[in-house]
């Protein structure tokens, strides 16, 4: 997700400025994803050049609301439409780690899989706690966005369980030194000649 | 730690069944304390020794060395009828297998233990009615079994765990076979009535019904492999960094 998407739902409520969509935007992912200001007026710069939104004339304060084009609209409405990819999302370091762990001499994988899990349970724990705790109705968006942490948490945790079925039936093939370059472009030469 | 604090300990607890070369060391030296108002998930793959370990601290099998105690009882030293009467006063057990009797109405599957116990019928019912409240079942109390929803009867087992003055709460796949959502009223009733001032032991594959609890224990091969740390004081500082 981008922040520009962000800031455009939050303009279809109604014209804000900078701080009050700052606000708003942290108010709305239970300030999971904290913003700074710079970052909202950059964001809102850009905005304006793809004409997505219209400055306003600045209020008494000295603040400039902004309010949603009807060609924002269209990026919004395209932006709900659309499934997110989960090539877009960033690689994960988890499983990179546990994949070097298997082939790097020296490791003990399952303690790797075990510090792991009790640190992820323990996140599980946190959102489930917070999640017990907010129970007013209007604290819906951010329970469905706890939600959203406690599966990919509880996924996280099955996924190391996984691992660790498969590492008890492993039997692990001897690990290779990668061929160093030089070594290989020698061996070639003596090949040849 | 104080030991008044702990309802439940387990003190370097192994239960071998078996002898000689055929010999299965289900637990192997485990200690563990749970105090009230603390709600405690053992996790661990199929045959790590968590069922064993919920039996021998609910006085449902006994350990071969090491001990048990419940709220400062050692239950090596109780004769069988004393620990059949510690079973029907102070612990509770919600079983995945309901053991509901179908020919008894909720209120008087709820009731049993009590009378078992001697208590006089009108204040068994009593009782159970309050424990049918808390699991917002009082409505129902004069159905059978058969004629309630899963979810139903799994709130009636229960309200039969925690019928009375039970301190100690043991609770083994609760959410069995119910939906999600289901299943998550029943760990919210659990961890109500631990908020309360019970002591409670969840056992559980599953991650996400771990996530009630307060500390999460691992077992692998009988012995406790790793604890996360405690979530007891840490509510506020929780909703400063993410809220």
């Given at each position: 997700m981008s922040i520009r998407h962000g800031l455009l739902a939050l303009l279809e409520r109604g014209q804000m400025y900078g701080y009050q969509l700052r606000a708003a935007f942290e108010e709305s992912t239970g300030s999971t994803w904290p913003l700074n200001i710079g970052q909202v007026y950059t964001t809102l710069a850009r905005l304006e050049r793809d004409g997505l939104v219209r400055p306003l004339p600045e209020n008494e304060s000295g603040q400039r609301p902004y309010e949603i084009t009807d060609a924002g609209r269209a990026d919004l409405a395209m932006w709900f439409a659309t499934p997110i990819s989960r090539a877009d999302r960033p690689r994960d370091e988890l499983s990179i780690k546990l994949a070097l762990a298997l082939t790097t001499p020296g490791v003990d994988v399952r303690a790797v899989v075990q510090t792991q899990r009790t640190a992820t349970m323990r996140a599980l724990q946190e959102f489930t706690r917070l999640k017990y705790t907010s129970d007013?109705?209007?604290?819906?968006?951010?329970?469905?966005?706890?939600?959203?942490?406690?599966?990919?948490?509880?996924?996280?945790?099955?996924?190391?369980?996984?691992?660790?079925?498969?590492?008890?039936?492993?039997?692990?093939?001897?690990?290779?030194?990668?061929?160093?370059?030089?070594?290989?472009?020698?061996?070639?030469?003596?090949?040849?000649? | 730690m104080d030991p008044i604090d702990g309802v439940l300990e387990l003190r370097d607890v192994r239960r071998t069944h078996g002898t000689g070369e055929a010999a299965v060391h289900a637990l192997r030296g485990?200690?563990?304390?749970?105090?009230?108002?603390?709600?405690?998930?053992?996790?661990?793959?199929?045959?790590?020794?968590?069922?064993?370990?919920?039996?021998?601290?609910?006085?449902?099998?006994?350990?071969?060395?090491?001990?048990?105690?419940?709220?400062?009882?050692?239950?090596?030293?109780?004769?069988?009828?004393?620990?059949?009467?510690?079973?029907?006063?102070?612990?509770g057990y919600v079983f995945q297998d309901l053991n509901l009797l179908g020919s008894l109405t909720a209120v008087e599957n709820v009731a049993l233990p009590l009378e078992l116990d001697g208590a006089g019928v009108r204040a068994a019912r009593q009782s159970a009615l309050d424990a049918l409240r808390e699991v917002d079942l009082e409505d129902l109390a004069d159905r059978f079994p058969d004629q309630m929803s899963g979810g139903q009867q799994q709130r009636v087992a229960i309200a039969r765990a925690l019928v009375g003055e039970r301190r100690l709460v043991l609770a083994d796949e609760p959410t069995g076979a119910l939906d999600s959502q289901t299943g998550e009223a029943v760990l919210h009733l659990l961890r109500r009535r631990v908020d309360a001032g019970a002591a409670g032991v969840l056992v559980t594959h599953e991650a996400r019904h771990a996530g009630w609890?307060?500390?999460?224990?691992?077992?692998?091969?009988?012995?406790?492999?790793?604890?996360?740390?405690?979530?007891?004081?840490?509510?506020?500082?929780?909703?400063?960094?993410?809220?």
């Open positions: 007013k109705p209007e604290d819906l968006p951010w329970r469905l966005v706890l939600d959203a942490m406690i599966f990919q948490t509880e996924a996280e945790v099955r996924w190391l369980d996984h691992c660790e079925t498969s590492l008890v039936r492993h039997r692990p093939a001897p690990i290779r030194a990668v061929d160093h370059p030089e070594a290989v472009d020698r061996a070639g030469d003596e090949a040849r000649r | 485990v200690s563990l304390t749970v105090r009230a108002g603390e709600l405690v998930a053992v996790m661990g793959p199929s045959g790590s020794g968590k069922s064993t370990l919920l039996a021998l601290a609910g006085g449902l099998d006994r350990p071969t060395s090491g001990e048990v105690v419940v709220e400062g009882e050692a239950l090596v030293g109780l004769s069988a009828r004393e620990l059949a009467r510690l079973r029907r006063r102070r612990i609890a307060d500390r999460v224990v691992f077992l692998r091969d009988g012995v406790m492999v790793d604890s996360t740390a405690p979530l007891i004081g840490v509510d506020h500082l929780l909703s400063g960094s993410l809220r």
